[in-house]
T-cell receptor
């Protein structure tokens, strides 16, 4: 089946620095990708929808200037956490629609996630 | 988005069947019912989806109530690797869709 690869899987950074997380669709093209974040013991929260060649659509309450999303190609979306602070420490997960499993439904394939720790 | 209600947690023994229920009484007539699961420290994994009829695949079966207001995910023989949080998510089949996760059910499998 379709595979979504995320990199890095873990990153530790100092407060005030920026961190970029990559999400790649392997062997398939993804015009739309989704970014989620998950705090410990909590469910996934959708942050934004990333559309290839256009601006991302952010969910209510998500700061677009803090979480920069770029989807410059059909296989790559990036999430940059700018001026990171300890409260941004979280598990970030991306996903893309798996057209191979579509059959009229919108089935998503998820990456393994990227754990960000801001010191 | 349709609201879902799932038990917070369930427990099973290895090699026994598990029935994970989900209530989605406000589901739209065109929404598919998706099930995903998330193993510890991993991204979610697709399990199964259906619209009206019951569905089977290599991972599980999905039983959908006739009125579509509830569904049950069936793991025929639970293994330790099935221990995960299971999410039931009604989702539009249209182009303007997004997957909204609820709290899910934490399944514990005892050896």
């Amino acid at each position: 089946g379709a595979v979504v690869s995320q990199h890095p899987s873990r990153v530790i950074c100092k407060s005030g620095t920026s961190v970029k997380i990559e999400c790649r669709s392997l062997d398939f093209q993804a015009t739309t990708m989704f970014w989620y974040r998950q705090f410990p013991k909590k469910s996934l929260m959708l942050m934004a929808t990333s559309n290839e060649g256009s601006k991302a659509t952010y969910e209510q309450g998500v700061e677009k200037d803090k979480f920069l999303i770029n989807h410059a190609s059909l296989t790559l979306s990036t999430l940059t956490v700018t001026s990171a602070h300890p409260e941004d420490s979280s598990f970030y997960i991306c996903s893309a629609r798996d057209w191979g499993l579509a059959s009229g439904a919108n089935v998503l394939t998820f990456g393994a996630g990227s754990r960000l720790t801001v010191l | 988005d349709a609201k879902t209600t799932q038990p917070n947690s369930m427990e099973s023994n290895e090699e026994e069947p598990v029935h994970l229920p989900c209530n989605h009484s406000t589901i739209s007539g065109t929404d598919y019912i998706h099930w995903y699961r998330q193993l510890p420290s991993q991204g979610p994994e697709y399990v199964i989806h259906g619209l009206t009829s019951n569905v089977n695949n290599r991972m599980a079966s999905l039983a959908i109530a006739e009125d579509r207001k509830s569904s049950t995910l069936i793991l025929h023989r639970a293994t330790l690797r099935d221990a995960a949080v299971y999410y039931c998510i009604p989702t539009s089949g249209g182009s303007n869709y997004k997957l909204t996760f609820g709290k899910g059910t934490l399944l514990t499998v005892n050896p």
